[in-house]
């Protein structure tokens, strides 16, 4: 049986963050869904769910244990559907911490299934989806705070 865990997030940009925890996690898995928040929560200047998915999928291209969808739902369904075990999340500060761990606490209960927190590296611990979106609104270059197309992948530990 597949070692499958599960990703999820708007991903709104899919940043530097995003893109740290991706790599972290993947070596203990053997595949890896990324699950990107449909457009039932479209937001204006959003990008669509499909425009957000194929961004984050041309990024892991050269990949084939990563696989990028759509979700609708709560994210414990979504795990199931794809037979996953394991939610991964990404914790910046205290505050991402204790919203988490509630999150973890109740999908646990009503499903079993366990969320694994990754801490972010410290060079990307103030960095966001909405910093980003906030600095891009003002004209300023992110570049530095989304990753490189292609990616290239790490090699396992």
């Known amino acids: 049986m597949k070692r499958t865990g599960i990703f999820v997030g708007s991903f709104n940009p899919f940043t530097v963050g995003h893109d740290s925890v991706v790599t972290r996690a ?3 898995f053997d595949r890896l869904v990324i699950g990107v928040v ?3 929560v479209h937001k204006p200047g959003m990008p669509s769910a499909e425009e957000r998915i194929k961004a984050i999928a041309d990024l892991y291209c050269d990949e ?3 696989e990028v969808k759509p979700y609708y739902g709560l994210a414990v369904d979504f795990a199931r559907e794809e037979g996953a075990h394991y939610i991964i999340k990404g914790v910046r500060s205290t505050k991402d911490f204790e919203y988490e761990r509630e999150q973890a606490d109740i999908n646990r209960q009503i499903s079993g299934i366990d969320t694994l927190l990754l801490f972010a590296e410290p060079q990307y611990a103030s960095v966001s989806s909405s910093v980003v979106r906030e600095l891009q609104h003002f004209g300023a270059d992110v570049s530095d705070f989304l990753p ?6 790490h090699s396992s530990h």
């Open 26 to 28: 993947l070596p203990l």
């Open 64 to 66: 084939p244990r990563i």
């Open 148 to 153: 490189q197309r292609p990616h290239k992948p």
């Open 38 to 40: 449909g457009d039932q």
